[in-house]
């Protein structure tokens, strides 16, 4: 229902087969089946073409690859604490042990640049506020332009890595 009317308010014309492909493989919210609709209705346009199911199957095919690999901020949290030796806990915590302050603005980074989250939102999720979000994320941009390194300690002792490194292994295996 919302679909049609948010296709009806496009100048495109819309087959009811198309609706029912976007309705079928579009899941999440509202502003997702908008954002479908007006990428359908640019590259019809752009490309001269005509709206069908095989269109919007392949223009779509990159919306529904990122939408298949949702990643979460617990998702992120896990992975993050499990690098550097600490809880999920540890990072919504109120310590600032080099270890686990190296994890919560890892975490902080990873969760703004891989999610849609916002400062706030994610400062809310993690227990902080967002000027302490910004400036976790700040750190770690900062370190990364420089191409530092980060040290924390394991029961085996200190540890060092850049953070280029840290972040790349880090997003493969929360994707």
């Known amino acids: 229902e919302i679909l049609k009317r948010r296709a009806g308010a496009s100048t495109t014309r819309w087959s009811p087969d198309v609706l029912q492909y976007i309705a079928e493989h579009v899941h999440g919210s509202v502003r997702e089946l908008e954002g479908a609709i007006t990428k359908l209705t640019a590259l ?3 490309a001269g ?3 069908d199911v095989e269109f919007a199957r392949q223009a779509l095919a990159d919306h529904f690859a990122r939408a298949d690999s949702v990643v979460t901020l617990d998702g ?3 992975v993050a604490a499990a690098f550097f030796g600490v809880t999920p806990a540890d990072i919504h915590s109120t310590r600032r042990t080099r270890t686990i302050c190296a994890a919560r ?3 902080m980074y990873l969760a703004r640049s891989q999610t849609r989250m916002s400062f706030p939102e994610i400062g809310r999720a993690i227990g902080k506020n967002h000027s302490s979000v910004v400036l976790g994320v700040k750190r770690i941009e900062k370190l990364l332009a420089e191409k530092g390194s980060v040290t924390w300690s394991t029961p085996a002792g200190a540890r060092e890595m850049e953070i280029e490194t ?3 292994k880090l997003r493969e295996q929360i994707r």
């Open 76 to 78: 992120i949290e896990a």
């Open 105 to 107: 603005a890892v975490t």
């Open 49 to 51: 073409q005509t709206m």
């Open 44 to 46: 019809s346009a752009l």
């Open 166 to 168: 840290i972040t790349e």
